[in-house]
C-alpha cells in the first residue's frame, strides 16, 4: 500500500493537465540557477552580480548542459576573478540592453559584461579601461543575394534589417535612408534568422561579426547566408560596472592587462570559433 501511495504521488505532476511541461520546465531552471550561481573565489570574496545579454559566443546558456558558456563568461569566471579574489554571481536569465542599464544606474555591485562604448553611459557606470572585444559591424543576407559589398548607404538603402531594439546602432546604419526591424526580446538572433529564412526582412544587421558567425554554425546555414562587412570601424565591447565598484573596475583593468587583454581574449573566443574568419 505505501509502495502504491509513492507512484501516486510520483505520477500526479506528469499526469496533471500540463504538468510535464512544468515539471520539465522547474528542473530546466532550477539547473540554470543552480550553474550560474556557482563561481570562483575564496569564502568572503566580494560577491557582484552580473548581468548579460545572450550573445553567443560570448555569452550564452548551453542548451544541453544548462550552464552559462561563452568567452566573455570564461574570462571572467575563469580568468579574472580568480585572480581579483571576488565571486560573480550570473543571473539566471538573459536580460536586455535597457534593463542592464538601468540596473547599473540604480543597484549596486552590478557588472553589464557586453556593453559598447556610449558616452552618456559614463555619467552612471564605469567602463573597463580597455575593450576586450573589438566588433566588426556586418549585414547578413542570402547567398542568392546579387549585393557582394557595401560602398556607400545607396548600396543597401532599398533593404530592411532585423536586429535589436534600443540596441546601440553603429554610424554607418544610422541613415536614416536604411530601415531597421527591431525586435525588442533578449531572443533577437534568432527570431531575425527566422525571418530572413522567410524573406520577411532582407537582411540582418549586426555590429558584431563574431555574433553572427556563430549563429551560423550553430545552425548550420554557412553555406545558405554570406556575410558582408560595412564600411566602418571596429566598435569596442567592455565590461561595465556601477559606480560602486571603482576598486573592482581598476582590479579587473590590472588582470586583464596582465593575461594579454584582447589577444589573450581572441584566445579563448578560438573555442567558440573560428577567429581567421573575423
Known amino acids: ?62 542548451e544541453k548542459s544548462h550552464k552559462l558558456k561563452g568567452a566573455v563568461y570564461d574570462l571572467l569566471e575563469n580568468h579574472i576573478a580568480p585572480e581579483i579574489d571576488v565571486k560573480f554571481q550570473w543571473d539566471t536569465h538573459s536580460a536586455t540592453i535597457p534593463r542592464q542599464l538601468n540596473t547599473l544606474k540604480s543597484e549596486e ?29 556586418v549585414i547578413m543576407v542570402h547567398k542568392n ?30 541613415d536614416p535612408s536604411i530601415e531597421l526591424d527591431r525586435i525588442g526580446t533578449p531572443n533577437f538572433h534568432e527570431i531575425n534568422i ?16 563574431a555574433v553572427t558567425l556563430m549563429f551560423l554554425q550553430k545552425q548550420g546555414l554557412a553555406d545558405e547566408f554570406k556575410l558582408i562587412d560595412l564600411p566602418e570601424k571596429p566598435v569596442p565591447y567592455h565590461v561595465v560596472f556601477s559606480k560602486d565598484l571603482k576598486d ?25 570559433i573560428d577567429i581567421s574568419k573575423l
Open 248 to 272: 573592482v573596475a581598476e582590479k579587473f583593468d590590472r588582470a586583464f592587462h596582465k593575461l594579454g587583454g584582447h589577444s589573450f581574449y581572441l584566445e579563448i573566443l578560438n573555442n567558440y
Open 109 to 137: 555591485k552590478y557588472i553589464a559584461c557586453l556593453l559598447l562604448l556610449v558616452p552618456e553611459r559614463l555619467e552612471y557606470s564605469i567602463y573597463s579601461r580597455a575593450p576586450y572585444h573589438y566588433g566588426e559591424s
Open 194 to 209: 527566422k525571418k530572413l529564412i522567410q524573406h520577411r526582412i532582407d537582411g540582418i544587421y549586426s555590429p558584431g561579426k
Open 1 to 62: 500500500m505505501k509502495k502504491a501511495w509513492v507512484i501516486f504521488f510520483i505520477l500526479i505532476p506528469l499526469c496533471w493537465p500540463g504538468g510535464n511541461i512544468t515539471y520539465a520546465a522547474a528542473i530546466k531552471d532550477s539547473k540554470a540557477v543552480s550553474s550560474a550561481s556557482e563561481a570562483p573565489g575564496h569564502p568572503g570574496s566580494d560577491i557582484i552580480r552580473v548581468g548579460y545579454l545572450s550573445i553567443p559566443p560570448h555569452v550564452f546558456l548551453d
Open 145 to 174: 543575394n546579387p549585393l557582394k559589398e557595401v560602398k556607400n548607404v545607396s548600396d543597401i538603402s532599398h533593404m530592411v534589417f532585423g536586429y535589436s531594439q534600443n540596441a546601440h546602432v553603429t554610424p554607418f546604419m544610422r
